[in-house]
């Protein structure tokens, strides 16, 4: 029986995103392929490493070189773990793009953004839909979560749509010279598959809980590459989990395809979390 036909879209990227100062460090980056419907990770580390030997370490670089990536593989998916969208309540009757592409104007700091999504919701976190559907655990402003939301949009998914380097699904129309990207919540696809637990500490018990994921997954159509599986024991922080979660969700992404244009109808506001 021949091989199923190859997905336009076969490399696969997980992106477990930060918008720390530390970012070159915590955002770590799982790499994949397609093949016979399987996803085949053969990659997973910090950014850093993958970033040129002379290139400087703080945030800003680290953000523009994750921006790089993304605009050169226009033959890849890339499934972020950041919020690409805000409460519809926030939106002052802006649809999602015009939302997106005023961002930086709204907000000048991760704090004023914090600051003015409270003030707005009456010091209230108000969840997206996709969130409430998705069990996400935070919302975008959350004090967990206001800085990473605040440095992805402003800083890779807004440059992005500004010079339409990529399309953001469901919501944009895929482009064959373009790079997809699907927002993930690690913690949803752990949900989803009912295998959520505390992985993320020096402790045994995480440590064994890592195990347990990573043996569940050869479930999923998912292979990793024996030093990936390493990678994401060793690390205590969760980062590297994560990223492969990330790439998983991006290759279900890929699968549902045929679905865009009714998803992008019912999220066409708020973005939609892929799990």
């Not at 015009?98 to 704090?111: A, C, D, G, M, Q």
């Not at 999504?117 to 969840?127: F, I, L, P, T, W």
Request: with cysteine.
């Amino acid at each position: 029986m021949p091989s199923p036909p190859a997905s336009p879209k076969s490399l696969v990227y997980g992106i477990d995103f930060s918008g720390s100062k530390t970012a070159c460090k915590k955002i770590w980056v799982s790499r994949g392929t397609i093949h016979s419907r399987t996803l085949h990770i053969d990659n997973c580390c910090p950014i850093s490493e993958l970033m040129p030997e002379n290139t400087g370490k703080e945030r800003d670089n680290c953000l523009s070189f994750l921006r790089k990536l993304i605009s050169t593989k226009a033959k890849a998916i890339f499934g972020l773990d950041l919020s690409m969208g805000l409460p519809e309540a926030l939106n002052n009757d802006q649809n999602w793009e015009s939302s997106i592409l005023n961002f930086s104007k709204t907000y000048n700091s991760p704090e004023d953004f914090r600051t003015k999504c409270r003030n707005s919701m009456g010091n209230k976190e108000v969840k997206r839909k996709t969130e409430i559907q998705k069990k996400a655990p935070f919302c975008t402003y959350n004090l967990r979560l206001y800085k990473q939301t605040y440095y992805g949009i402003s800083y890779i998914v807004e440059p992005l749509l500004k010079k339409g380097s990529a399309r953001i699904i469901p919501i944009q129309e895929p482009h064959p010279e373009k790079a997809l990207l699907a927002e993930v919540c690690p913690a949803c696809t752990l949900k989803r598959k009912d295998i959520y637990m505390p992985y993320k500490g020096k402790n045994e018990r995480e440590l064994e809980n890592r195990r347990m994921i990573l043996s569940a997954m050869k479930t999923w159509k998912i292979e990793l590459e024996d030093h990936v599986v390493e990678a994401a024991l060793e690390d205590t922080e969760g980062d590297a989990l994560d990223s492969i979660l990330a790439a998983y969700a991006a290759y279900i992404a890929l699968q549902r395809m045929d679905e865009r244009a009714s998803l992008a109808k019912e999220y066409i506001s708020e973005g939609m979390i892929y799990d």
